[in-house]
């Protein structure tokens, strides 16, 4: 006999049903969820001893993350997946219809998200637990799709149009506090006493001793008193969306930041809006229809497709060691030790410290541990400030690290990393230095350029010397590129690539050469904007093509950020490794030459002076002096512009995995949309390159190749590609 999900227990006329999926470590609404779930309502609705229904979960820390996104991928059309919605819609007007019978309180611990939080809205009654893992919200635009089981249009009725609309529209989700402030819970108590409040409560309704009063208020009989003592502010959000015209602004200017925001490359964040304008126009019905449509249309979008395809992506790196074997599997990190305390050193020794790891940060004089130092104070402060952290957090996570400016401190570091300059002698002298004073651990450099092998050339133990490359700002970027030399071994690989995701990133692992993956593959993408503004381009046109196809910045502003001597200097190296296929154009030295290293010398491409106010850039035309052309600028065509950059990337991208350095498509497109800012709608070079064919990319390349010569020459691995007709991935069925 199949497990059941549900079990219900009664208890002085409550019953209480708790959810657990079975042999699932969180509970997901899967396709057979609905079916049992409406069997157990209806045995409770018939019992005359039952008053009332208290919904908790049975899974020690969550309450339900969500429809099961499998399942929706399965859907094979628009109409197939509205249907979906259109079951999910009618089990919650099951439960409300049930509600409104017999008061139904959810009782919520850990996260509550999507199709979840979505089961809480159609309960007479919302508590959660004060937990840290307590998380409400609907995240579904972050996969490109809707909440389609009544969630914009219940949402909105719960707590005004404007907040639901902030909540539904960038797919947030909120702790128990803000969720109690902005109305979407009733009640916030302890974890211990949550089952117990919720039982009470739900006889309280049944009494008729709890009323609930909801913030929104109807005013269709004129003002009520209780108006009176609101404030200016909530007053306003209530007359906007009280009447029509109110409304009518209220839904235009969402739609006109949120186009300015999406450049209308995310329909998702879009159909959620008219959902909630049909419903608060129209009525519940009209509502909840056009959300199902909508919810339809977006499950068999492309771009829901491709933002599905990179979660399942990251879910699998979360199970992948990084290595091969099976039983390989990576070794316990609770001490590193930490080199340089850097602009990545400190942002390092943060996120280990944060992440419950203990840091002895050495840096070679006191001026720069106490720079570092001084960084990690900042974000944690910052983290506070924000509220993002209690005080007593703070001062416990700064507690863990401690610094030193010898190599005292470091014997029970299970690894050392790295980030001192960037230099190969020091970087060996460095290797020999912890050989000696932490012969036992693993030695991790975070060079952004320097192959790990050479590093690794002078040392008694290779097999413990790897790559750890961060991505600056380290708190911030969400990717992880770790770099296997020929002699690492794979214990050395599984353990910091364990550590990696303990410290909360996304770990890709890539064989060991210049430029790596990421480096390498946005040397030519950049190097292909440099001739663009060498043949004349305007650097804002350029970088418009670039971010019109959806990368977050364009290359010449990422070069500004990034430096033009760092820039330069890494051209330069891929240059000696990779022949004349990554020359740069002539003329950018000069920029160097006349002190412009970007940003940090607030002198680059763009102007960087008192920017108060300023939203938008504005270029540097002085630069233009410096280039040929000068200041009469020839324009760009975007659409060219674009596609010789992005085929630059691609192209690299397809040669990266035909040499072995990628591991698995997967890898490269999750490395390009984390570490490099690719546009995720568009999934990921590989992705990309599979959307168009093999065979287009590769016609598209020799064009280019016979006008601009030979760094447009297709790799093999796209060449054989477009011969036989394979793809990068599977071909879905459909
Ligand atoms: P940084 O110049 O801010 O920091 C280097 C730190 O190392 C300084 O505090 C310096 O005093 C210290 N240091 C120098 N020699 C030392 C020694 N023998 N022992 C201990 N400390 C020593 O440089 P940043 O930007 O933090 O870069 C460090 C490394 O990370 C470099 O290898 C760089 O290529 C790499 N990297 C940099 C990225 C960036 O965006 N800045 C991104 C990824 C990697």
């Not at 919605?85 to 309180?105: F, N, W, Y």
């Amino acid at each position: 006999m199949a497990v059941s999900t549900f079990r219900t227990e009664t208890e002085q006329g409550v019953a209480t049903i708790f959810i657990d999926v079975p042999g699932e470590p969180v509970n997901t609404l899967r396709d057979d969820f609905q079916s049992e779930f409406q069997a157990v309502l209806a045995t409770l609705a018939d019992d005359a001893s039952v008053r009332a229904i208290v919904i908790a979960s049975g899974k020690p820390e969550g309450f339900i993350a969500g429809a099961d996104v499998q399942m929706l991928s399965r859907a094979r059309s628009a109409a197939e997946a509205a249907e979906l919605s259109r079951g999910g819609q009618q089990a919650m007007d099951k439960l409300e219809a049930l509600a409104r019978k017999k008061p139904i309180v959810a009782a919520v611990h850990g996260p509550a998200l999507g199709g979840g939080y979505e089961l809480t809205l159609a309960c007479t009654y919302r508590i959660c637990s004060d937990d840290k893992k307590t998380q409400l919200g609907l995240p579904e635009v972050q996969l490109g799709l809707l909440p389609g089981a009544g969630g914009t249009q219940r949402l909105p009725r719960l707590i005004g149009i404007a907040q639901a609309l902030d909540i539904i529209l960038a797919g947030k989700t909120v702790k128990a506090p803000k969720a109690k402030k902005l109305g979407m819970v009733d009640e916030v108590v302890p974890r211990s006493i949550l089952l117990e409040v919720a039982k009470t409560r739900a006889r309280e309704l049944a009494d008729g001793k709890l009323k609930i009063s909801r913030k929104r208020l109807d005013l269709s009989g004129g003002l009520p008193k209780l108006l009176k003592g609101l404030t200016p502010e909530v007053l306003q959000t209530i007359a906007l969306e009280d009447n029509p015209l109110g409304r009518k602004v209220l839904f235009q200017q969402a739609k006109k930041a949120l186009l300015k925001q999406t450049k209308g490359n995310y329909p998702a964040p879009e159909k959620a809006l008219e959902a909630v304008r049909i419903g608060a126009e129209q009525g519940l019905e009209a509502g909840l229809k056009a959300e199902a449509t909508l919810f339809g249309e977006l499950v068999v979008s492309d771009v829901s497709k491709r933002l599905v395809e990179i979660f399942f992506a990251t879910t699998a790196l979360k199970k992948d060691t990084g290595v091969d074997e099976p039983n390989i599997q990576g070794a316990k990190v609770e001490k590193i030790g930490m080199l340089g305390a850097g602009l990545m050193g400190a942002g390092i020794a943060y996120i280990a410290a944060d992440n419950g790891i203990f840091v002895r940060l050495k840096d070679k004089d006191d001026a720069g541990l106490a720079r570092g130092l001084t960084q990690i104070r900042g974000i944690l402060d910052e983290g506070v400030k924000r509220k993002r952290i209690t005080r007593r957090d703070r001062d416990e996570k700064l507690a863990r690290v401690t610094g030193a400016t010898d190599f005292s401190g470091l014997t029970h570091a299970e690894v050392v990393v790295e980030a001192v300059f960037e230099d190969l002698a020091l970087k060996q002298k460095t290797v020999a230095e912890i050989e000696k004073s932490a012969p036992r651990a693993i030695f991790a450099s975070n060079t952004s350029s320097i192959p790990i092998g050479k590093i690794a050339e002078g040392a008694a133990h290779p097999e413990n010397v790897i790559g750890m490359h961060f991505f600056s700002p380290v708190n911030k970027m969400p990717l992880l590129e770790v770099i296997r030399a020929p002699k690492t071994s794979s214990q050395t690989v599984a353990t910091v690539v364990a550590l990696g995701k303990k410290m909360g990133k996304t770990v890709i692992v890539v064989n060991d050469g210049v430029g790596f993956y990421t480096s390498r593959i946005l040397a030519p993408y950049l190097n292909e904007a440099s001739f663009l503004l060498a043949e004349g381009g305007a650097i804002d046109e350029i970088d418009r093509a670039l971010t019109g196809f959806g990368f977050p910045v364009g290359p010449l502003q990422l070069l500004d950020e990034v430096g033009i001597d760092v820039g330069t200097k890494v051209a330069h190296i891929m240059h000696a490794a990779f022949g004349d296929r990554l020359l740069a154009p002539s003329g950018i030295d000069k920029l160097i030459a006349d002190g412009r290293l970007g940003r940090k010398a607030k002198k680059g491409f763009y102007s960087y002076g008192e920017e108060k106010g300023k939203s938008r850039k504005s270029v540097d035309e002085t630069v233009y002096d410096l280039l040929p052309g000068g200041r009469t600028r020839t324009p760009v065509s975007a659409g060219e512009a674009a596609e010789r950059c992005v085929l630059q990337m691609v192209n690299e991208a397809a040669l990266c995995l035909g040499e072995k350095v990628l591991r698995s498509a997967r890898d490269g497109d999750i490395g390009a949309v984390f570490g490099l800012g690719w546009p995720p709608f568009r999934g990921g070079p590989f992705r990309y390159a599979d959307s168009l064919g093999a065979k287009t990319i590769v016609e598209r390349l020799r064009r280019y190749e016979e006008k601009l010569g030979l760094r447009f020459k297709p790799a093999p691995l796209l060449v054989e590609m477009a011969a036989s007709g394979a793809t990068f991935f599977p071909v879905a069925m459909v």
